[in-house]
Structure formats: structure tokens, C-alpha cells
């Protein structure tokens, strides 16, 4: 996105934010680090996808590594996304390779509020926006380990826990947005997660609307026949 565009967008975004950016989210928009600029003959060692081309917000992840150590040595990205999408991926790329590169299993358990708290905080509305490059990085982690071989390593992100206090996993958010809970509310009326560890509210209303992007196609090829 050429420069200009970029700074109506985010100058726009900012004003019905009530000027919530930071400078931080804003210089890794305009000038977003370990952006892919073109994909064609890069060796990655990994790579990852989420989001869904036909609803939303798409995210892809290419990671090198350090086959002694399994430190991240390059994190590239490219997205679709909004500007919170962009600085937010921006800054996961960061953190997960500076100072010689974070191991597989750190980045494994990076979170968004990790990297919201780098970026200076976002307007809570944009939360759900800038958590997309982890779950793509989670994505990535997994192609290594099936790329090397270490499939013991693979961890399926449908049985990840979510809320640590309630032993609620990823699976469960699904699982209620399949039964129509489509809001935080509803989905916490269903399942009670946040309750007892507020922390992950962040990553569920991130894995919802993960979830409604990745159905809503379905949806609407139900709804036309």
C-alpha cells in the first residue's frame, strides 16, 4: 500500500478511534518490518495461513530456523488486513526473531496481549484485528516440525487451551460458534471462558471471529441453494 493511502487509512481510523494509536502501531504500519515483498523463491522453513479469502482478514506466516538451536532466524508475513492487522503482525515478526530469535517453543506460546502491550495497547474494538499473525505463526511452527519430521511436536490447534483456569480449549469456542454464538457474550454464555482468566478474552474474541470467517462461506452457499 503506497505511503499515502496508508496515512488516509490510518488518519481516518484514528479519528473514529478517538485518536487511540500509538506511535508505535503507526510506524510499524507505515513502515511495517519483515513485510513479504515477494514470496517467489523464498526457502522458508515453515509457513502458515489463517483467515479465510472470501470473509475477511487473511494472514500468511514464512519462518526460517535454526536447525541446532530452533531459534527463529526470519519471520516474513503479508496480509490483507486492517492497520491494527499490520502493525500487530508487524511487531510479532520482531519480537519472535530479534536478539538471535525466539526458540519454536516461546514463539509457540507467544500471546496477543504480548504484542499489544509492544505496540502501546489498540482501541478495543481493533482487538480482534491484531491477533491473527500468531495463530498463523502457531500454523507455521507446525509445517516446520512436519517439514523435519518431528511430528510429535505438531500441536492441533483445536485442542488448545484456551482459558487455563476452566481447562476451555479452542475446540470448545468452535464448537459454540457451530451452535450460533456469534458474539463474546454469547459464546460466554455458553461455555463461561474469561470467567475465571479474563487475560484470554483477547484470543477468543480473536478465535470467534476466526471461526465465523471460516464458516460464513458455507453459510452463505447454504443459504443460496
Known amino acids: 500500500m503506497p505511503k499515502s493511502q496508508a496515512s488516509d487509512v ?13 506511535d508505535t502501531v503507526k510506524e510499524h504500519f507505515f513502515h511495517p518490518k519483515n513485510f513479504m515483498e515477494d514470496e517467489a523463491g523464498y526457502e522458508a522453513d515453515g509457513t502458515g495461513m489463517v483467515g479465510s479469502p472470501a470473509c475477511g482478514d487473511v494472514m500468511r506466516v514464512w519462518i526460517k530456523v535454526d536447525p541446532k538451536t530452533e531459534r527463529i532466524l526470519e519471520c516474513k508475513w503479508k496480509t490483507f488486513g486492517c492497520a491494527s492487522a499490520i502493525a500487530a503482525t508487524s ?7 530479534e536478539n538471535g530469535g525466539m526458540t519454536l517453543d516461546a514463539a509457540r506460546e507467544l500471546k496477543p496481549q504480548q504484542i499489544m502491550e509492544r505496540l502501546g495497547g489498540l482501541p478495543a474494538r481493533k482487538i480482534h484485528c491484531s491477533v491473527l499473525g500468531d ?34 480449549t479452542d475446540h470448545d ?5 457451530l451452535e450460533g454464538a456469534d458474539t463474546l457474550e454469547k459464546v460466554q454464555a455458553k461455555t463461561k471462558v474469561g470467567t475465571g482468566d479474563p487475560a484470554c478474552i483477547p484470543e477468543v474474541e480473536q478465535l470467534i471471529r476466526f471461526y465465523k470467517e471460516k464458516y460464513c462461506e458455507m453459510q452463505k452457499e447454504d443459504g443460496s441453494q
Open 91 to 97: 511487531m510479532m515478526s520482531v519480537m519472535v526473531s
Open 10 to 22: 490510518v488518519g481516518k481510523s484514528a479519528s473514529n478511534q478517538g485518536g487511540f494509536y500509538s
Open 173 to 177: 469456542i468452535e464448537e459454540a460458534v
Open 135 to 168: 495463530k498463523a505463526l502457531r500454523a507455521a511452527i507446525n509445517d516446520y516440525y512436519r517439514k523435519t519430521g518431528q511430528t510429535e511436536k505438531i500441536e492441533i490447534e483445536q485442542g488448545r487451551i484456551v482459558d487455563k483456569v476452566l481447562k476451555i
